[in-house]
């Protein structure tokens, strides 16, 4: 009877241990990212496989055990590439998932949306691909960061690099919102201040989504540009690349690409890229010849077969971002990740990448080069590849300031 006792009381003992003991790790609720994107349209050829690159990222993380002991989950939304939808599945995101983290988005207008929203609800927003640079400049705040590069440093990188050609005769293409205006206005006013010479001959502006781009392959070939600068982009780009090749436009004037020497676009374009156009590129899976770069390459060809387009590193890259900031903060508390997120230098595929602790703008550049053809690969890479590192043209914090009306 005694022994019966005693064991009873040991029994209860071990169960009042484990009953206060911490959960495992499988028991925990998962740390819940939403993600946003504009899934179809002109977005579609970088956001689908942007949420393949959260996926591998998540994949990997979890496979090592997650972040704090808990398993990263995503939450992804379709933004429709508007910003009233965009707002609409932040706040779902926010309130009825309860995610603790966003992340996403490619346009422009959108981003500017979401960040007021991440404001209101003081949830990070860490952007992947949009570029306005009014998210981390005039419009910044303390809960929306951008773990890529933005329109400001990519306008002033591409006209250091026409400053040094000889072209005069400028005209600007971009979508008609947000971005394109932006990326031509940061392009423009660096231009002129380097080259006082150069002139505008004319702008256009196709809708997001132009279906016809005649119109506008008639006003820039009848202004007779030297240069034509396009912030043009994904499925309207490869659109309108095929509606200008019947008029010759690729022989009678040259053309820069901002972001374009993407796989997301030459690959769907195939031999009909035009051979010499000048573009930018954000991600390429030649350089850097680094191990995590290799290593993502890798992965991502046995996951679909396909080399990674700059829309999978967009995304991959976001990722390990918040999960490291976790890591640092040794918390999901959002103030806590804030704080680790400003001055975090993280390892990417793209080399190391930080982001600024005054204005939350990473330091990511922008690939340079021409398109030339490759007799190993079905479609053309870039060719007298330069990278112009964001350190170079980002602005200075009392530019950033100023802009915020600060002192």
Known sequence: MKRLMVLVGFMLMVATVLGSAPAPAAAQEPIKIGVIYGLGGAAAPYTKPAVTGHEMAVEEINGKGGVLGRKLQLVVRDDQSKPDVGVREARDLI??????????????????AVSEVAKEYKTILLVSIAKTAALTEDKGHRYAFRSTSNTLIEGRAAAILMAQQPFKRYAIAGPDYEYGHRMGEDFVTQLKKLRPDVQIVTEVWPKLGERDFTPHINALLQAKPDMVFSSIWGGDHIAFVKQAKPYGFFGKTQYLAIGQGDLDVVVPLGAEAPEGMWVSSNYTFYHPDSPANRDFVAKYKARTGDLPPSGAAFAYTSTYFLAEAIRKAKSTDTEKVVDALEGLTVETVHGPLTI?????????GQYFGRLKKAPEYPFL??????????????RTLDEVKALRGQK
């Open 381 to 394: 890479i870039i060719g007298d590849l330069q990278y112009i590192g964001g350190e170079k043209t980002m």
């Open 95 to 112: 309130l009825k998932e309860k995610v603790n983290f966003l992340t996403g988005i490619i346009h422009s207008g959108v981003a500017l």
């Open 356 to 364: 600024r602790a005054y204005d939350h703008q990473s330091n990511k």
